[in-house]
Every structure is written in structure tokens, then in C-alpha cells.
């Protein structure tokens, strides 16, 4: 195994506008090893990477493969020179099917018979099961990812780049996945990794290059790495990596599930007879590979979705105790009943704010309808604005800067803190720590906390198993669209809730207390 | 390697002053009045100097031109008006060209077959029916949009040119034998509108003027015109907050097909007395461009209509000199101005570097 | 059985000038790009085609009938190809939105349609005609053409009718069976892949929009020189400005599918004239202006059938109408 400098980037700065993503970055990965790229969402590993697979084009800084130095313009320029990247967000055409994403934009003169044996010969080098006659739509996550190294590998690349390979697999999907990573590391193709999950870097990895807020902190061999030796220079301070877990106190039912059943518009089932109940003063995770009906849960409880009859989402008030059904409402009647209920959805900008208002008018969007007069009421949105800013530390121009403009913790936090500001009997969230740094997501983590000390009935979508795991006290595992098991969150393990993710138990629907 | 690093790049811009983003527009306006001047210097041999005196003399010249323009500006503004809550909740109403001519068309059938109507009842009758026959036309589209997702930008198109076809029968229905269709009413002058202050034109721009000033109010202060937003910029969005947005999409298309009806009646009752297909004359398409540049802001509508009325009777006047044309010219100039402006939005928000003069580099 | 042939006629000339514009258009907005510019577009291409053979057969004694076509045709197609990369520019390199900057194609291509074209009128007149031209692009294949119904109602085109059906089923396959038309489909599906994948996407978008428009411009080219016996009056441009919305919605109508497209634009050709042949074939009287606002209601009608039937997938490209820039956050 070579231990050549493969690939060499020196002094590379790229801005965006004012932020600067990259400065004076300085990186290598060596012939045959596969490295990680660690850093905190925003800590510009992608941007970086981006640059070597011809998204981005460097203000400032060079590029050396294998000692030459190279001008990377455009992805084509990255594949002339054996760089694949596999994109964290799958870079394929729904409607083709594998074999046609595999060839798009090549030249070559092949026949379709051509294509499909060459992409047998890569499968069975690398353990890949894939049919190159299926549409991308009919294919699962993990099919997708397999088809993008696919691609990859056919344009015969020996650098490949992969982003958060592991964001959307199970723990099994992981294994296999790191399985085919050694088989390649093995065919003397190098790996980088971009990730933020420490115990994989541990795992799989050679080295360790670290990048903090646009900056090249330091690059290491695995072997002399610890999580807590990482974290620091992840973080740039020693943090506490504990997530509290109070007790739940005087749980009482605040809403109860029974028979959810939905059937979306393209006439799929994607939720199949859920039943749960939340209560206040606890947190409810849940857990699964995403798409697998999570949304669709929280959107039928928000009354956004119109779930199929004999389903049935009751709430129940904590005033009076009495029982309110929410079935087949819209938000504002939900609201008008007096229904307490919160609801942070995962697209923050595409449903949980607008993205061109300010903090104000964003403010307004929750109860902009209750008062009477045919004018909007600014007053007390200006103050609410104010409120949130000052108690989450919003970093934001002015109130009337756009929300758009700021960046994802901030989005976050303006969006959590509108959600919050009811002070909700259920409160919802989906996905709540996505993209956001480790400060940011404690933040968060803190903030549920303390809303279920209040006696909040928090659920909470998650997909990091180690968070899920560390801040419910109970978590439901949902598999294509059903229920699979409601687990003690402090005495299951790992990869019972893994197996639970992708395999239906005989048990599915028990409730495990 | 022989590559070269690109030349040019293309970066997003995160914020413009407010003074360079007018130095821009002000230099792209500039730039395509030469390009105007050179144009009309190339068919008609004007000299570019006295295009533009030309052009000022053919639209304030004298009290007619001066009235004329102020008459096609406030028509051309009124539509814009019109479309801004539309096109503020992203609903591509092409169809403004048809709204104009049904309410325009409501207006001549009421003074066609209801002239023996005493004034102020017949007034009433002719404004009414020219709203309702224009919102009904604003309608259609927006319920198709909001039940099934109907292609909006498509149907309101097509509803033109029904609104065109039957606008035509009525109009040889009406014209009979003659060559052309002339006032309508000629005797009685039955439904023509009172000039005021002495003015034909006056009556219009006062009720052009306070509809701008309301529809800015509605926009801008209002809950309905927050729910315009909202449903604009994200659909999910407004659904997550509660709103009925078919609700919002069907009342908004109202509003915008009735302000269009109320030009098609100022026109016909106010100004023209007459009908053709030609009513609305192709200012249900350049308003959707005057209030695209003017991000809706009905107030900004103002300035832009004033300036693309301005090119169009000043380029007719050069025109009018030089027998056999018609109005292309016109479209032509004011083509090359709104490529020049609204290529200008680019510079506005991205910043080009040159690799070459970059700093830092050797 | 005189006024069916003759209706067909009528609806297949009617329809050749759509199936151009909606082959243009769909080559258009496979590349992502929706262009309300194509009336502009196959105006201007009628004008300068009509000016170009105009010119030609009145400057020398005896034109040639194979120049006259050159002539006309590749005036017609460059002219338009120069109004498409005038908006290739706005919406690929300066990111303009595509709707507003098609709609000023469209009010700016009028308009020089119809100057340039007016410009040849002779002081006084209102319209002129280019005889030269019009008997070349109006010869219908001898013998063939006469031979009853089929003769009639398929041979008795001037050659621009077979023209468009090549190049319909041409581009059809095109799309379907080369390389080359499934990076360009992949560009209108989803850009930042095809980018990713090493497709040049603006040379690609620069080149769909180019051939397009070039395509849309020969629509005006035939309607001027064949349908309208080339003949240009002021009235012409309007007139193609019509048939090139119709042409717009075709696209829609057919999905996106050039060979399918040959079926529906005769179909709007048969709705267009039915007017002038149904009320004979049944003995009624129908009013013109009236009768005219069919095809615009049948469009209306199928874009809402297609609409609530096909609710999952073929609802064209996916990123029809929006810019791409690679650097986007």
C-alpha cells in the first residue's frame, strides 16, 4: 500500500458573499486510504470538497493530483482526472433509469448490453446488487447511494469522495456500506469521507483531518485518536458531550393515536395503523430511516394531512381533561379549539417560515388570524420578535432582515422559539438538530428539556440513533409506514432499534412497557 | 496542463446598496436608449441626437400628446396595478389582456341594450357588470389552479383569446355593413362618462390613482395581503399557518380580474366610446412586465408605466411621420428597453470577478 | 365528401405551423426553459423568410427555385435562432426569469416581425406578395396529389408540410434513442445532476434554446410562404402570433412528445376550421367569430383532462422554468 500524496489542495479560501467558507485550507489524502473529513455542519468540509469535484471553482489556492498541478473547472474536469464525488444529496434523474444515470454526460460509444455487463462486472467486484433497469424512483435510499458509487466507479475513478455516506442508513446499512469501502480501499482507490459522527471516523478511517469554521485545524492518524481528543479539536473547547435526561415527572396522556392510517396522493399507504399516546413531562422519539412515514405522522396530527376514516388523533386538554378529536381539521381550527400545539416541521424555510420576511413577520405567520381587525397586527409580533431574538441569542442584522439570509442555526432557532412561545401542551418536532453544529444542537437538546420539565408532551423526529437514544425517555421505531415496537430508551440498545428500522418484528405493533 | 482558469466568474451577491442597485439601472436605461437611438438612426435616418427630442415632443408636446400619455399611463399602470396581488402570490395571470376586453365588452352591452336607462342607474349598471365580467373571467382560471393544479399560465392565456373572439362578434354584430365599428351611442351619448375639471383623461387618473394607493394599502398593511405573501412564497408554508389557500388563490384572482375590469370600463365608457379586440391593446402583456420590474410595489408601477408610455407614443410620433407604419416600432423600443432593464437584475444580484485583475494572483 | 378533403386540408396546413412552433418548443423545454417568447420568435422567422425570398425573386430576372428556398429558410431560421439566443442569454447566462423575459420576446419579435415585413409593402398598399416564392413553396407533388382521397387529403402539400414531419419524428427519436437526448432530458429533469454528471449545461441550454427558436422560426416561414400564399400584410403578424400560442399549448396537449404532437396539431387544425365545413356538412349556420374560439376552449379543456387525469409523474420536465446557476447554496 502507497503511502504517495495522492491528492493535495494548498491555500484554498472560498467566499460566499461576505462568509468565508474555506480559508487557507491546506488538505492531502494518500494513495489507498481512506480518510476522514471531520468537522461541524458549517464547518465547510463540503464547500471544500465541492472544489475538487468542479461544483465550486477556489477564489484563492492550488490543486496537485499525484504531483501535477491541476485546474478543476467543472465536474467533467474531475472526472478526466479520477475524482468521483458521491453527493450527500443524490445528484440522479428520477425518471431514468440506473443504467441511463450511470451513463449520462459519457461519451462513449456503447450499446445498452455493453453498459449493463459493465455494471455487472463492478457489482460483483464490490458486492453490489443492483438491477440497472429500475427507475431511481422505485429505489430505496440505500439503492440510491449504491447506484451514485456505481456511477462513480464506471467512470473509473480513483478518488472517491463521499458525503455523509451514513446520514441515511440503518447501523446494518452502515456495516455494508464500510464493508464495500474496505474492499475498495483494498483495489488501492483512495476514500474521503466527509462526516461528523465520530465513532464511524473511528471505525473505518486511516486518518483524521479536522476542519473548524473554515479552517484546517489538524490532520492525524486514527490510531492515536479518542472521541474526546476529536471533539476538542472539532470544537475548538472541551464540551460536554451528555445529554441531560430528567425523570418524566406526573406523566399524564396529552394525545393519543389510535389507528392512524394514510394514504397519499399517489395512492400509497405510507402510514399503516399507528397507535401511540404522548405525554407530558416526557419525550417521545422516533426513530427511522427516513421516509418512512415520520412526516406524514406529524403532518396528520398538525391536521395538515386528511388521514383515512376510523383513524383517530385525540387531544386532551390539560385545563379541563376533556378529550378533543383533531381529526380531519386544519391548523387554524385545531388553534381556534383550543388546542395547544406546537409543531417545528423539517423544512424550515419551506413550511415553518418564510423565507423572505423578517423576524416579524415570520412572528405573525403563528396567529396572524386571530384578531379581528382586517389589518395585521405588527405590535405584538415586533415584540415577540424582540423576545425570541434576545432569548435564544438570534444572530440577525435587524427583525426585518429576511430569515433566509441567516444561517441554519439561526433559521432554527427563530423557528423554534416562535414554536415555543405558546408554551404548547404537545410540542412536535421533526428533525430538529438537522445541519446544525454541536452548540447549536445542545441549545436545542436544552430547550426540550426544559419544556418537558414544564410537563410539554415533546415527540421528537430524530435520525441520529445516539441523540435519540441519550434525550427520549421512550422511542417508537417506525419501518415503511407501520409500527415497529415502542422501546425503553434507557434499556434498549443500538442496534435492536437498528434492526427494528428495516425489519417488521412479530411484534410490531406491541407496546414494550 | 494546458487548461486555462475560467475568465469570468459569476458569485451571488448578498446584500447591494440601494445607490449602486439604482447606478445600474440608471446605466442599463442609458445603455438601451443609445441602442434606441442607433436603431431608429438606422431605418428612418434621424439623427440620435433629435431621436429623443422627437420622441419628448410626441409625448408632451402639446396638451393633446401631454393628455394622451397621461391617459395611457394611468390605463397601462392600472392593469399593473391589477396584477400585482397575482403575480405577488406567484400566479402567472397572462390572461389580464382578456380581463381588460370582458370588462370592457360588460360595459358596451350595457350601453348598447340598456341606454334608455336613466344616467346614474345606467352608470352603475355599466361599472358593475364590467367588474363582475372581468373577475368572472380572473376566476375561471384560479379555480381550475386552485382545485386540480390546473397550468395557470396557459388558461389565462387561452381565456384572451376567447375574450378576443367574442369581443369580434360583437363587434361586426354591432358594426353591420360599415367598414368599421364607430362610437357606440353616437346620438345620445348614453354611457359616455362626465369629463371633469375639463378634462376627459381627469376622471381616470383621479380613480387609477387611488386604486394604486389601495391596492399598495392592501398589500402592504393588510391580513389578506399578508396571506398574498405567504401563499407566494411557499404553499406549504401558508397551509402549516392555517391559511385556506384555494380560499386566497380564488379571492385574489377576483380582486386582480376586477381592478382589470374597472380599465376595461374607464376606457371604454371614459375614453375610446367604441369597442375592438384591439381595447386593451396589448397592455395586459407589458403591464405584467411593469409590475414584474417593480416587485409589485404599486407605487414604483407608477414610474415604469409613465417611462414604457413615454417610448411608445414618443417612437409612434417619429413613426407617425413616416408613412406605413404602425405601432411595431414602438414595440420594438420598448422591447430593447425591457431586455436592457430586466437583464440589468442580473448585475443587481451577482457580482462578476475577472480572474485576470484578481489580487493576490501573479 | 369535397368539404371533408377539403377540411383536412385546411386543418393539416393549419396544424403544420403549430407542429413547428411546438416542435421548437418542446426542444425548448426539454432544456429546462420555458419560452412564452415563441410567438415573437416565429414571427420574426416568418418576416425575414417572407423578406428574404421577397428580395430575391425581385432582384433578378429569372430566381431559381432551389436558392429561393435557401434563401428563405435559412433567413427564417437564423433570424429566429438570433431572437432565441437573445433570450438564451437573459435566462441562461443572466439567470432572468423566463416568463418575463419570453413575454418581452414576444411584444419585441412582433414588432420586428411585422416592421421588417411591412417594410418591403409598397407606399399606399396594404399587403404584397411574393409570387416567386409562393409557387415553389406551394407545389404539391404531381400525379400523387390527384389520386382521389388519399391523394388529396395526404399528397397536396407543399414540401414544408413533410419538412415538419420529419423533423417531428426526427426529434422524437432524437430524444429518445441518442445519448445526446438523454443528457438533454436529463438538463430539463434535473440540472445540478447532469452538471454533476459532466454534461456542459449551458452549452447545452444555449444550443436547445438556439435550435428551438431556429425550428419555431420556420413556422413562420410556412405560414408566410405557403398558407398565407406569401403574402404579407400587416395583419400576418397577429395572425402567427395566435398560431404560435397555440403551438405553446400543444406541448402540454401532447405532453412533451414531438410524434404525438403531428396528430394533435391536426386535431387543432380540424377544430380550428371546423366553422367553415360543420355547418355545411350538417346544414346549420354558425357564427365565425364564434366558431373560432374552438380551439382555444379544446386547448382549455385538455389541459384540464390532462391535468386531473395524469396527477403522478408525466407533468413535463421537472425543472421547467426555474434558472440554474451551479453555485447556488
Known sequence: MGQKEAIQMKNITKRFGSTIANHNVDFEVREGEILSLLGENGSGKTTLMNMLSGIYYPDEGEIFVKGQKVLIRSPHDAFELGIGMIHQHFKLVDVFTAAENVVLGLKHKKTRKEINDSIETICKKYGFDINPNQKVYDMSVAQKQTLEIIKVLYRGADFLILDEPTAVLTPQETDKLFAVLNNMRKDGKSMIIITHKLHEVLSISDRVTILRRGEFIGTVPTTEATEQSLTEMMVGKKVELNIERPEPENSKERLIIEHLSYINEEGVKVLDDINFTAKSGEILGIAGISGCGQKELLESIAGLLHPEHGSSITYINPDKEDHISLLHMNPRRIRQMGVSMSFVPEDRLGMGLVGSMGMIGNMLLQNYAESNSFLKMKKQAKIKAVKVKDKLDVVTPGINTPVRKLSGGNVQKVLVGRELGSNPTVLMTAYAVRGLDIHTSHTIYHLLNKQKKKGTAVIFVGEDLDVLMALSDRIMVMCGGRMNGILDARTTTKEEVGLRMTKIQEDGGADHE | MNKKEPLVRVMKRETIAGWKSWLFRAASIALALIVIAVFVFAIIGISPLNVYTLMWEGAFGNSIYFNDTLFFTAKLLCIAVALAPAFKMRFWNIGAEGQVLAGALATSLIMVYCSSLPAPLLYILMFVSAIVLSAIWGLIPAIFKAKWNVNETLFTLMMNYVAIQIVNYFYNKWRGAASALGKLNKGTKAGYLPTIFGSKEALMLLVVGVLTILMYLYLNKTKQGYEIAVVGESVNTAKYAGMDVKKVVVRTMLISGAVCGVCGFMTVAGQDHSISSASAGGYGFTSIIVAWLAKFNTMVMVLIALFVVFLEKGTNHITDAFAGFDDSASKIVIGIMLFFVIGCEFFINYKLSFFRFRKGEK | ?329
Not at chain 3, 33 to 56: E, K, Q, S
Not at chain 3, 322 to 328: A, F, G, N, T, W
Open chain 3, 1 to 329: 365528401m369535397a368539404n371533408l378533403i377539403a377540411w383536412i386540408i385546411r386543418a393539416v396546413v393549419f396544424g403544420t405551423v403549430v407542429l413547428y412552433g411546438s416542435i421548437g418548443e418542446t426542444i425548448t423545454e426539454k432544456a429546462g426553459h420555458l419560452n412564452l417568447g415563441t410567438p415573437g420568435i416565429m414571427c420574426i422567422g416568418g418576416a425575414f423568410g417572407f423578406v428574404g425570398a421577397y428580395a430575391y425573386e425581385n432582384s433578378v430576372s429569372d430566381p431559381n427555385a432551389a436558392l429561393c428556398i435557401l434563401i428563405a429558410l435559412s433567413l427564417g431560421f437564423i433570424s429566429a435562432m438570433i431572437a432565441g439566443l437573445i433570450y438564451a442569454f437573459l435566462t441562461v447566462s443572466l439567470l432572468v426569469n423566463q416568463n418575463v423575459v419570453g413575454l418581452t420576446m414576444t411584444i419585441f419579435g412582433v414588432g420586428i416581425g411585422k416592421f421588417f415585413g411591412s417594410y418591403v409593402i409598397p407606399e399606399g398598399a396594404v399587403s404584397t406578395k411574393a409570387s416567386f416564392a409562393n409557387s415553389v413553396f406551394s407545389a404539391k407533388l404531381p400525379f400523387l396529389s390527384d389520386l382521389g382521397f388519399i391523394g388529396q387529403t395526404v399528397f397536396s402539400y407543399g414540401f414544408m408540410m413533410y419538412l415538419a414531419l420529419i423533423i417531428a419524428i426526427s426529434v422524437h427519436i432524437f430524444m429518445q434513442k441518442t445519448r445526446t437526448g438523454l443528457n438533454l432530458r436529463a438538463i430539463g429533469e434535473n440540472p445540478a445532476t447532469a452538471d454533476a454528471a459532466g454534461i456542459n449545461v449551458t452549452k447545452y441550454k444555449y444550443l436547445a434554446i438556439a435550435i428551438g427558436s431556429g425550428i419555431t422560426g420556420l413556422g413562420g416561414v410556412y405560414y408566410i410562404l405557403d398558407y398565407n400564399s406569401a403574402t404579407w400584410a400587416t395583419a400576418a403578424g397577429n395572425a402567427i402570433e395566435s398560431l404560435a400560442w397555440l403551438s405553446v399549448a400543444l406541448v402540454i396537449f401532447v405532453r412533451w412528445n414531438t410524434a404525438k404532437a403531428i396528430w394533435g396539431s391536426y386535431l387543432f387544425g380540424l377544430c380550428y376550421w371546423a366553422y367553415a365545413f360543420i355547418p355545411s356538412i350538417l346544414g346549420i349556420s354558425v357564427n365565425t367569430d364564434i366558431a373560432e374560439i374552438l380551439p382555444y376552449i379544446v386547448t382549455i379543456i385538455v389541459l384540464i383532462v390532462g391535468n386531473i387525469r395524469s396527477r403522478k409523474g408525466h407533468q413535463g420536465p421537472a425543472y421547467l422554468g426555474m434558472s440554474y446557476y451551479r453555485e447556488e447554496r
